[in-house]
């Protein structure tokens, strides 16, 4: 399966499964909508400040919290 293929069929399946949000305003087009979701979700995911609000931190717990050493 080539990429362009791949893609499609992530659009597809997206526009066959928009979210009940998604569906309530409607869409004339919902493939043009599920790309344009996609288009955005890729972007944000490999850039991860494109969308500086909803930027995920990923560290470990230890880098999370001070460590508490129990007394003696």
Do not use: F, K, Y
Not at 17 to 42: F, R
Not at 57 to 67: F, G, L, P, W
Request: proline share 7%; charged share 35%; net charge negative.
């Amino acid at each position: 399966m080539t990429d362009e293929q791949n893609d499609q069929d992530r659009v597809e399946s997206r526009a066959h499964h928009l979210l009940p949000e998604e569906t309530a305003v409607g869409s004339d087009d919902p493939e043009a909508q599920a790309e344009a979701i996609l288009t955005e979700s890729d972007i944000r995911a490999a850039d991860q400040n494109a969308a500086p609000d909803t930027v995920l931190e990923r560290r470990t717990s230890d880098q999370t919290v001070a460590a508490v050493e129990p007394p003696d």
